[in-house]
């Protein structure tokens, strides 16, 4: 299946899950219909890797990004946003500003830094010394114990110098990048309450979709991230819904297919306006 294809298809996942959410909360179709809509967000982050490795502007692209999510705020805080209060809806981003972080991350897992020699290595041991501050600021749960496994490897990674393979001091690199990523983006959370849907685990997909080179382990990576994102335990309908995005991108043909990325752009805020108009329409009708 080709890019416009898959596209199509998480597209109508998408649009299935929102309409279930906004306008069949007490119907028996709404778990089923909620289920098939976990596998759109693991999709649009695996054609996110393949776009920004084929983008000739990555700050264009997030610049986009950015610009198609303060056009979706509205709507998207009046259907998806709409059972929180005022400010929190302000807050609360919508999943193009989870899109535009993604990007801006890849930017810096691509920035070449240099390499580090003699005493220089001591550098290493900067990941090392936040491990304790983090524990201080976030406490102990998932995202802190994430970020300190990440600042350790990415720690040795630097101290190691040129005893490792190339590929152990890649992977240090990587590592620390992007526990400094994350400890960005939950202190800017904790400090403002912005929070970009799918929160810190979206970031730490893309990171790991950085890291791939084929669908193979692209696919691994999704299917992983499903059964962490929606563990079986808590539904096994989510479950399945989400690892379908691992099962339809092992069927791409790396084809693009029709270039109507505008299709896609604009699809997300425009579908959200329908349902917003429907739902106040009902609520409109309902009072009369």
Not at 92 to 105: D, R
Not at 136 to 144: N, R
């Amino acid at each position: 299946m080709s890019a416009f294809v898959l596209k199509l298809l998480a597209l109508l996942s998408m649009v299935v899950d929102h309409t279930a959410a906004v306008l069949l909360y007490a119907s028996p179709l709404y778990d089923p219909l909620r289920a098939f809509g976990r596998m759109a967000f693991l999709v649009y982050a695996f054609f996110l890797a393949e776009g920004f490795r084929h983008t000739r502007s990555a700050p264009r692209y997030a610049l986009r990004l950015a610009v198609m999510g303060l056009i979706s705020t509205i709507p998207y805080c009046f259907t998806i946003n709409k059972y929180f209060d005022f400010w929190t809806r302000v807050r609360s981003l919508n999943i193009y500003f989870t899109l535009a972080w993604g990007v801006v991350l890849m930017l810096l897992l691509r920035w070449d830094t240099p390499h580090l020699r003699g005493w220089k290595r001591l550098a290493g041991l900067a990941p090392l010394a936040l491990i304790l501050p983090v524990f201080l600021q976030f406490g102990v749960w998932e995202l802190t114990q994430l970020i300190a496994v990440l600042l350790l490897v990415g720690g040795i990674g630097l101290l190691s110098g040129g005893k490792l393979p190339p590929w152990c001091r890649q992977i240090g690199d990587w590592a620390w990048k992007t526990a400094a990523f994350l400890i960005l983006y939950q202190l800017i959370h904790e400090w403002t309450g912005i929070e970009v849907e799918y929160s810190y685990t979206a970031l730490f997909l893309f990171a790991l979709l950085w890291l791939c080179r084929n669908k193979w382990q692209s696919a691994a990576v999704l299917a992983a991230a499903a059964l962490w994102m929606y563990p079986p335990a808590w539904d096994m309908g989510q479950t399945i819904g989400a690892l379908l995005a691992a099962v339809l991108v092992l069927f791409y043909n790396g084809q693009r297919g029709p270039d109507d990325h505008r299709l896609f752009y604009w699809a997300y805020p425009a579908h959200l306006t329908v349902l917003w108009a429907i739902s106040a329409l009902t609520v409109y009708t309902t009072c009369i």
